[in-house]
């Protein structure tokens, strides 16, 4: 016993429904809704500050710290992988802190001198963890890990000495600046010593 299947009907033309000028599924529109625009804007750093020094240097620092990370996991000395992720994410936020001008609306926080904390730490613990890596470990992504670690030192250390100079240099102003009112302190004084 067979039975017959009634035809299928073709669906009709789906009606037509309008869409808002600023989606972001209409290709022809080629803008994106000023609320995307604005996320984007604020997530993606400006051209400005990644042909900074600044901006070089921290991303030089997360990459190569994302990379010795992942040589880290691959290999057999998985128990130093901590150190890369943390100091990965550290520059990452450093890196949006400063693009994203947060620093700037961050008062409390001194940005130089937490920076130049932050370079010192990573670039002692990567010169220790990669003399680790190299004399415990023979495995090669323990040997690239190493070599990537050494590599991130320098970059961190390279990074801490220019803090550190433009710390000095903050603080020669600032000792400019309180020695300028004590010189008119004392010639105000001979001044007045002169006249009596």
Known sequence: MT???A????????????????????????EQPPATRS????????????????????????????????CYVASTAVGLMTVPLIEFLWALF???????KLNEQLKGIFWPLLDFIRCVSAAVI???????AVSKYSCAGSKAAAVLGFIA????????YIIFNDL??????????????????SDDENTDSDSD
């Not at 299928?8 to 989606?23: I, K, R």
């Not at 990567?126 to 680790?132: A, G, H, R």
């Not at 000095?168 to 600046?177: M, N, T, V, W």
């Open 126 to 132: 990567y010169f220790v963890i990669s003399l680790v």
């Open 153 to 160: 030192t320098i970059v961190y250390a390279f990074d801490f």
């Open 7 to 30: 035809p299928q009907e073709s669906p009709g033309p789906t009606p037509a429904v309008s869409c808002p000028a600023h989606s972001m599924d209409d290709p022809e529109s080629g």
């Open 39 to 70: 996320v984007l804007s604020a997530l993606i750093p400006g051209r400005g500050f990644l042909a900074s020094r600044k901006g070089q240097l921290l991303l030089a620092e997360w990459v190569v710290s994302l990379i010795t990370f992942i």
């Open 168 to 185: 000095i240099e903050f603080l020669k102003k600032g000792d400019s600046a309180d020695e300028q009112p004590q010189r008119q302190k």
């Open 94 to 100: 450093t890196f949006f802190a400063y693009s994203t």
């Open 3 to 5: 039975r017959s299947r």
